[in-house]
């Protein structure tokens, strides 16, 4: 068992309660989760094969955001604030390549893929234009095993810090060298509030019974293995039985195929990894895809499922993947049901939420961390309209203010402790 299973993290969240019913149902709380969760969190753009030469782009268009992720001459990749810095128009669009720089359709700015203005048409007409501090806004940007994210909002930890192990994991897989699946940048719309589908995603709880195509297929670890920042995974592995339903069995007998010449150690495996707040990945042998969950409304949500593979394909190994998508295709319906009717029942007068299993548990981590940055999140009741920001603000400062005391209770204990040998198990 990996070393980040730690118990000590898992006795703390057994005591966290799930959200409340209203939290999947309120416009204010969600301008909140954007500014205080979305925009501080890492946020999946793309592949690094997708950009490879200079000038060549992908955008992200999160909830009020968009983002351009672009090569530059250098070699390197850049994320910038997608605005011109004149009257603040989008620049770009989905993906593609600048042949020589990013002009603004409005007014014609152009500027360099390294971010920096170029050229303004009719300059003289404005008085005293200073263009060097007029580039693009720049945002964090990290790559993890050849995947590009981007931070908005800054001064978190560093994307490889908070992913840790997970590399070792994920190594035998090849994500680095991998490639996008051909027209496989699926996007698609659920009726459901946003974190009704990251719990989904978290909860391995409603696999036997929500998806019994993935559970006649697969042998489903239901625990996880969960680090201190909240990134988890879990195994499954093909079974030996054949499964009764045709794709699934054929899935299994190609596979056992197609898949001989990888390592041993994934030729059955299919890993289900999710970092907080809202990215999954979907691992198989020859490939993997993301699962990204980004809020477009308080009952609605865009799922982002790009796809990628491994270069090389042979006739089964086509087979293979054709059937893995279709498999995965209906996965993702069974899920889009289960998550609408979640969010049918949790509107309904005075519902009020159950408790979580231990297959939950990385949905009990992730409420404690929406509580921590969101604290209003611990009013059973919703607060009165208008109220809500206010409520938070208050709270976070009386948060702040018992986190100081339990600090200088600390520092107090710990020089008490310089002096007394014994020292106290706190310590
Ligand atoms: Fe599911």
């Not at 719990?199 to 489903?220: E, Q, S």
């Not at 339990?406 to 310089?418: D, P, V």
Request: proline share 6%; hydrophobic share 35%.
């Amino acid at each position: 068992m990996n070393t980040f299973t730690d118990l000590r993290h898992a006795e703390r969240i057994t005591t966290v309660k799930p959200l409340p019913a209203w939290a999947y149902l309120s416009p204010e709380l969600l301008e909140l989760e954007y500014e205080r969760v979305i925009l501080p969190s890492w946020q999946f753009v793309c592949h690094q094969n997708e950009v490879p030469a200079a000038g060549d782009y992908v955008t992200l268009d999160l909830w009020r955001d968009s983002v351009i992720v672009m090569r530059g001459s250098d070699g390197r990749l850049r994320a910038f604030q997608n605005a011109c810095r004149h009257r603040g128009a989008r620049l770009l669009d989905g993906n593609g390549h600048c042949a020589r720089h990013i002009t603004c359709p409005y007014h014609a700015w152009s500027y360099e893929f390294e971010g920096q203005l170029a050229r303004v048409p009719a300059e003289r007409t404005f008085q005293s234009l200073d263009k060097l501090s007029l580039g693009l806004r720049e945002f964090e940007l990290e790559t993890f095993l050849g995947l590009v994210f981007v931070r908005i909002a800054g001064g978190g930890p560093s994307l490889n810090s908070v992913l840790g192990e997970l590399a070792g994991e994920l190594a035998p897989f090849g994500i680095e060298d991998m490639v996008p699946a051909p027209a496989a940048r699926p996007v698609e719309q659920w009726n459901c509030n946003w974190k009704v589908a990251l719990d989904n995603y978290l909860d391995n709880y409603h696999v036997p019974y929500g998806h019994p195509g993935l559970h006649r297929l697969m042998d489903n670890d239901l625990a996880c293995t969960m680090n201190p920042h909240g990134v988890s995974w879990s195994r499954s592995t093909i079974r030996e039985r054949a499964s009764p339903n045709w794709s699934e069995r054929a899935y299994q007998g190609l596979a056992r195929r197609a898949f001989s010449g990888l390592p041993q150690s994934i030729r059955s495996t299919w890993m289900f990894c999710f970092m907080p707040v809202n990215i999954g990945f979907d691992v198989y042998p020859d490939g993997m895809n993301i699962f990204q969950v980004l809020p477009t409304g308080p009952a609605t949500t865009e799922v982002r499922l790009p796809l990628y593979h491994r270069r090389d394909a042979s006739r089964e190994t086509r087979g293979v993947r054709y059937l893995a998508r279709r498999i995965n295709a209906q996965i993702n319906h069974e899920d889009k049901l289960l998550c609408e009717r979640v969010q049918g029942g949790l509107a309904g007068h005075g519902y009020a939420a159950g408790p979580l299993s231990d297959w939950e548990m990385p949905v009990k981590d992730m409420h404690d961390r929406l509580r921590s940055a969101c604290p209003v999140l611990d009013c059973l009741q919703r607060p009165a309209e208008g109220s809500l920001r206010s409520i938070n603000e208050r709270m976070l400062a009386d948060q702040a203010a018992s986190a100081r005391d339990r600090s200088a209770e600390k520092s107090a204990i710990t020089r008490s402790g310089e002096q007394d040998s014994i020292g106290s198990p706190m310590l």
